[in-house]
């Protein structure tokens, strides 16, 4: 398996508090991106990133932030959670931009009370 | 943006059966359709991928099609296994800096 690991595996918290998940690796990958999986609707891209410091939307990125300052580190916040945001989050690195193989981390489970 | 539409949702089969997922696009411009393949409460893993210069590629059980005038492409899994079961995603990507579009998904269960 790729070296990448999230942080936390499972997290329980209220409505209204800030939350940031953590995703690392260690392959030295450029691109890294955060996804949500739920029930029906697959696996929905949320921010990605191209290298340090560059970042950018993805589909569903409303109620939250990212970022990267280092390129093994790749920081999911919620700002507020709601309970739309409980949720399995994935991390994801590639080597090449949207046309290779997404190495995925475990996922980090999320419910927001 | 990219639409992946996927189906079926959920697709049940006897061992050794041939099983076949669809996936329909809708960026003409989508030019890479891998499928990924997830057990249950492990990661995703990429399974086979497709090119849009190519229009069917092998390896062993699984194989994939591709017909960019209609705008879809298949996973098609052969002599299917009870280890197959897992859920099955097809996704699309321009490149660049168009993310991969992931269809919803397809449960494969594959009965002894």
């Known amino acids: 398996d790729a070296g990448i690991t999230q942080s936390p595996r499972h997290k329980v918290t209220e409505t209204g508090t800030p939350v940031t998940l953590r995703c690392h690796q260690t392959e030295n990958h450029r691109y890294m991106y955060w996804y949500r999986q739920d029930p029906g609707h697959g696996l929905r891209l949320i921010h990605y990133?191209?290298?340090?410091?560059?970042?950018d939307k993805g589909e569903v990125s409303d109620g939250y932030s990212v970022s990267r300052s280092k390129t093994e580190d790749f920081l999911l916040t919620l700002e507020s959670a709601t309970s739309s945001q409980t949720s399995v989050y994935f991390c994801?690195?590639?080597?090449?931009?949207?046309?290779?193989?997404?190495?995925f981390g475990e996922g980090s489970r999320l419910t927001v009370l | 943006g990219e639409n992946v539409e996927q189906h079926p949702s959920t697709l049940s089969v006897q061992e050794g059966d041939s099983a076949v997922i669809k996936c329909t696009y809708s960026?003409?411009?989508?030019?890479?359709f891998p499928w990924y393949k997830q057990e249950l409460g492990k990661r995703p893993q990429l399974i086979i991928d497709?090119?849009?210069?190519?229009g069917e590629k092998k390896d062993q059980r699984i194989a994939v099609t591709l017909n960019k005038t209609a705008k879809h492409f298949s996973l098609h899994i052969t002599e299917t296994q009870p280890e197959d079961s897992a859920v099955y995603f097809c996704a699309a990507s321009t490149g660049g800096r168009r993310a991969l579009t992931f269809g919803s998904g397809t449960r494969l269960q594959v009965q002894p």
């Open positions: 497709i090119r849009s210069n190519v």
């Open positions: 960026d003409s411009a989508s030019n890479y």
């Open positions: 994801a690195i590639s080597d090449r931009p949207n046309t290779g193989e997404l190495f």
């Open positions: 990133s191209y290298g340090v410091k560059d970042t």
